[in-house]
């Protein structure tokens, strides 16, 4: 079991950037394959981006070339930067820890953070 605490949610106008951080305990980010997951109101939790302990990442479509996610051992961190930022990215963002990368489906990850909002908004 590992606590994950997201942080660098804020608001931002559409076409900004910006890297959200996951934060883990001294000695375990390394262990752990990560994913970053958002729920938008009235709408399930889906699927961000997985990083491997590699820091090979993998993405949905509809991030794919505009996120971008990596990870820092050394920090026990995990970094989500985002670009080109849309209305529809709007939602609360969460990572967790997983058995594997590749996969994102809410119900194969079992240690999840709190949670930082990010409202893209003119």
């Known amino acids: 079991q590992v606590q994950l605490v997201e942080s660098g949610g804020t608001l931002v106008q559409p076409g900004d950037s910006l890297t959200l951080a996951c934060e883990a305990p001294?000695?375990?980010?390394?262990?752990?394959?990560i994913a970053w997951f958002r729920q938008a109101p009235g709408r399930e939790r889906e699927g961000v981006s997985s990083?491997?302990?590699?820091?090979?990442?993998y993405y949905r479509d509809y991030v794919k070339g505009r996120f971008f996610a990596s990870r820092d051992n050394a920090r026990n961190t995990v970094f989500l930067q985002m670009t080109s930022l849309k209305p529809g990215d709007t939602a609360v963002y969460y990572c967790?820890?997983?058995?594997?990368?590749?996969?994102?489906?809410?119900?194969?990850?079992?240690?999840w953070g709190q949670g930082t909002q990010v409202t893209v908004s003119s």
């Open positions: 001294k000695g375990t980010a390394s262990t752990y394959v």
């Open positions: 967790a820890a997983g058995p594997a990368c590749g996969v994102l489906n809410t119900d194969e990850y079992y240690d």
């Open positions: 990083v491997c302990l590699g820091g090979t990442a």
